[in-house]
């Protein structure tokens, strides 16, 4: 697909969008680079793949079509890494108590507990969101940031004339990386958490009391609490960093290589470039024992973990209280799970949530 629209179109050459699933030796790298540049796709699920291997569906092809002939607006500059928009919505982030997603025009809706007004998205075209503690944030089409929701720990008060790829709204904290693939972050930095590590990142995830951060070599670096080990381990030859909230040492970077991270509560899960899952820091309940298996993204919630296998089918584990592990049968593009709920986007667009189902968290908003 990538190719037949890059020669049929003439597309001008672009920068690596930094694609997990898109190895920079695969044939079919440069097509796939022209198309992100020319703004006609922003990759797949939470934006961070490609999903070369999954079939395109005659939605996508449309919508591909149409934003190359102009028939519609292309989504954003050509460093923007949101998914690609079949009919429905196009981006899922579950939160503490509420979720949010981007429809297919750009716009942005939330649902479930809104008592500091976290569900209540600004207007305007938006190409990724994140649902956070008590807070959302998301990147606009111009590649700014807006937050909005609670703002006691200044979790909203984002880096003003900074343009960013992805963000990741946590608990008390937010974070960010930027176009020159620098991480930004704001809000509550006890012991650390919003002290970002220098470094190139293509994708950062801020969870409960840590951060983690996926940087371009494909190692992770995580910052922050790390009470359970979700942090990974002391660098023996790291330093000892110092802000304002206190001092604490370095952790080592994370051992091997991986193509996705998720921050959770006091657990983190990363999926490595075979496609498997590694899990680590707190296991009371399982959240970091993952089913063996092939995937190609993976999301830390409180308590449980999800992920989207590479048959596109949905696997979760870890407490299951409220049925937040019970995923439902089917084909997904991406899932997120949250605190006692999970929600997963089906390659159609359309989203499916299961779990607890308090203040509507659960229930996304018909289409």
């Known amino acids: 697909m990538a190719v037949f629209l890059s020669r049929a179109f003439g597309l001008a ?3 690596d969008p930094m694609f997990n699933d898109v190895h920079a030796g695969a044939w079919y790298a440069p097509e796939v680079a022209k198309l992100a540049a ?19 569906t005659r939605g996508q092809m449309a919508t591909f079509l149409a934003r190359a002939v102009g028939l519609v607006e292309t989504p954003g500059a050509s460093t923007s890494t949101g998914p690609t928009s079949p009919p429905g919505h196009t981006w899922l982030s579950a939160g503490n108590n509420h979720a949010c997603a981007i429809g297919a025009d750009g716009s942005v809706v939330c649902w479930g507990d809104d008592r500091y007004g976290q569900t209540r998205a600004f207007e305007g075209g938006f190409v990724a969101v994140s649902a956070g503690g008590f807070h959302s944030c998301g990147i606009r089409d111009d590649n700014t940031m807006s937050c909005w929701g609670e703002n006691r720990d200044r979790q909203l008060t984002r880096p003003r004339d900074v343009e960013f790829l992805t963000v990741s ?44 951060g996926l940087r371009t070599d494909k190692r992770i670096q995580c910052w922050g609490h790390n009470s359970a080990g ?18 604490w040492h370095d952790l080592a970077l994370i051992a091997g290589q991986f193509t996705n991270v998720s921050a959770g509560s ?4 990363g999926v490595r470039t075979d496609n498997h899952i590694e899990c680590w820091g707190d296991n009371q309940y ?3 024992s993952p089913p063996w298996g092939q995937f190609l993204t993976v999301s830390s919630g409180f308590l449980h973990s999800c992920a989207v296998a590479t048959d596109n089918t949905v696997h979760c584990w ?32 359309s989203i499916q949530c299961w779990g607890s189902n308090e203040n509507g968290r659960a229930t996304p908003p018909a289409e």
Request: proline share 5%; aromatic share 4%; net charge negative.
């Open 13 to 15: 050459e672009g920068p």
């Open 38 to 56: 020319s703004g006609i796709t922003r990759g797949c699920g939470d934006g961070t793949g490609f999903c070369p291997n999954q079939n395109t």
């Open 169 to 212: 709204a946590g608990f008390r904290h937010s974070c960010a990386v930027a176009t020159d693939n620098t991480v930004h972050c704001w809000g509550s930095d006890v012991q650390g958490r919003a002290t970002p590590r220098p470094g190139q990142y293509s994708q950062v995830s801020a969870g409960l009391d840590h951060t983690c």
């Open 230 to 247: 979700q942090g990974g381990v002391l660098d023996p030859m790291g330093t000892q960093t110092c802000s304002q909230t206190g001092c």
């Open 266 to 269: 006091v657990h983190t899960c």
């Open 286 to 288: 399982g959240q970091s």
């Open 318 to 349: 870890g407490r299951d209280t409220h049925g937040e592990t019970r995923a439902p049968s089917g084909e997904f593009m991406a899932v997120s799970a949250g605190s006692s709920f999970s929600c997963g986007l089906r390659t159609d667009g």
